[in-house]
């Protein structure tokens, strides 16, 4: 199964949380949004802490985990925004 690479930028408490702004991770081909998580959990814990997040996959946001992600994706990671 060929691998392609998927480029991560975190923002706010998910920049703290995995000490990085950018990171780049290989997933197999047809891999989800689910299987990045899951992945980006296993490298980075820390992320496990924030409830949720939010993803933009090349700055449209998705909410389907089972979205299909493809070579060279930018997935930006988004913690929830807090207002008062």
């Not at 975190?10 to 995995?18: D, I, N, R, T």
């Not at 959990?41 to 924030?50: A, C, G, N, T």
């Not at 949720?52 to 988004?78: C, G, H, P, Q, W």
């Amino acid at each position: 199964m060929n691998s392609m690479k998927v480029n991560i930028l975190f923002f706010g408490q998910a920049k703290e949380l995995s000490g990085t702004r950018q990171h780049s991770i290989l997933l197999n081909e047809n891999s989800t949004l689910h299987d990045c998580k899951l992945l980006l959990e296993s490298e980075f814990p820390k992320l496990i802490e924030l409830n949720s997040y939010a993803f933009a996959v090349n700055k449209d946001y998705i909410r389907d985990m089972n979205y299909i992600l493809t070579d060279e994706d930018e997935l930006a990671l988004l913690p929830p925004v807090s207002g008062g």
